[in-house]
């Protein structure tokens, strides 16, 4: 079993900076892509940022410029640095990880609890 624990998330002032990490543990021999998903209240899960395990990297639109992703593969770790925030940017934030548990088996979804970011004055 896996486990992936977000951390960072927080109330942070319109123009503010946060940096959320998402750590996995458990039963991992490799890992794929990895990845940030938002909800608003109200609205779907979107897709905010995503990196493969080579660091090839995807950006929604909204928040491309303003956020940066990054991964340490040798901590199953990865990083969302978020820049210029905006009230917009309010939402529960969760990570994703593509798993696999051994060399015989699929990859799976695996999905973080989720940290709430508040932009606000």
């Known amino acids: 079993q896996v486990q992936l624990v977000e951390s960072g998330g927080g109330l942070v002032q319109p123009g503010g900076s946060l940096r959320l990490s998402c750590a996995a543990s458990g039963s991992i021999f490799s890992i794929n892509a990895m990845g940030w998903y938002r909800r608003a209240p109200g609205n779907q899960r979107e897709l905010v940022a995503a990196i493969s395990y080579g660091g090839n990297t995807n950006y929604a639109d909204s928040v491309r410029g303003r956020f940066t992703i990054s991964r340490d593969n040798a901590k199953n770790t990865v990083y969302l640095q978020m820049n210029s925030l905006k009230p917009e940017d309010t939402a529960i934030y969760y990570c994703?990880?593509?798993?696999?548990?051994?060399?015989?088996?699929?990859?799976?979804?695996?999905w973080g609890q989720g940290t709430q970011v508040t932009v606000s004055s």
């Open positions: 994703k990880a593509s798993i696999r548990d051994s060399r015989y088996t699929a990859s799976y979804d695996s």
